[in-house]
């Protein structure tokens, strides 16, 4: 059965610091991995797909990376802001079967001014 | 273009009540999947449904039904609630087939109170 886990659990920066969000998944065949966002009792807004073939993507200020074989994917935040302010959560989809993504609890980000 | 609708957007039941929330795929998407948001916790899945068939499903109980429509649209019917049914249902919509294949988008969730 996969996991995902993601570290920090909680995380409060400065405005304009550089920080990496983690995220580990236990089984290394997976298809695609995703980095959404959750503002408090709202839906989820997709950030970053990472299609099997990749290896990277980026969105202005956001990159996010994974690596399959070790399974593992970071999301990269460049200079922070306090509309960054949410909690990002990480969801891997299975190699087989169908679009079922199995999701981490998320990193809860806070951005002072 | 119409992203993934839902409705309605917060409700309020009392346990052994039952509730029907409801979903609108953006426009195209032929797959439609619930998942469940506890408080604090990720989303998990539900059930998907394709061509109005439940296509796959998570570990939820039976008291977890759905319907998807001939125009893609879906519900998710909860029977005899229990106050851990609480949660965020999200909506997910996405295409059987493309370039994409797969990829979901979600709506903004309906937020459902068990008292």
């Known amino acids: 059965k996969q996991e995902v886990t993601q570290i920090p659990a909680a995380l409060s920066v400065p405005e304009g610091e550089n920080l990496v969000l983690n995220c580990s998944f236990t089984?290394?065949?997976?298809?695609?991995l995703q980095w959404f966002r959750q503002d408090p009792g709202k839906g989820l807004t997709s950030l970053l797909l990472?299609?099997?073939?990749?290896r990277e993507q980026t969105s202005g200020r956001l990159n996010a990376s994974l690596d399959k074989s070790s399974g593992r994917s970071t999301l990269y935040i460049a200079a922070s802001q306090p509309g960054d302010s949410a909690t990002y959560l990480c969801?891997?989809?299975?190699?087989?079967?169908?679009?079922?993504?199995?999701f981490g609890k998320g990193t809860m980000l806070l951005v002072s001014p | 273009d119409a992203g993934v609708t839902q409705s309605p957007t917060h409700l309020i039941k009392t346990r052994g009540q039952q509730v029907t929330l409801r979903c609108s795929p953006k426009s195209g998407h032929d797959t439609v999947s619930w998942y469940q948001q506890a408080l604090g916790q990720g989303p998990q899945f539900i059930f998907q449904?394709?061509?109005?068939?439940?296509?796959q499903r998570g570990n939820f109980p039976d008291r977890f039904s759905g319907h998807q429509f001939p125009n893609y649209s879906s519900e998710l019917n909860v029977n005899a609630l229990l106050l851990g049914d609480s949660a965020l249902y999200l909506c997910?919509?996405?295409?059987?087939?493309?370039?994409?294949?797969?990829?979901?988008?979600f709506g903004e969730g309906s937020r459902l109170t068990v008292l």
């Open positions: 969801a891997v989809y299975p190699y087989s079967g169908y679009s079922t993504l199995t």
């Open positions: 449904y394709y061509e109005e068939e439940e296509r």
């Open positions: 997910a919509s996405s295409f059987a087939s493309g370039g994409r294949a797969g990829e979901l988008f």
């Open positions: 990472i299609q099997s073939s990749q």
């Open positions: 089984d290394s065949a997976i298809y695609n």
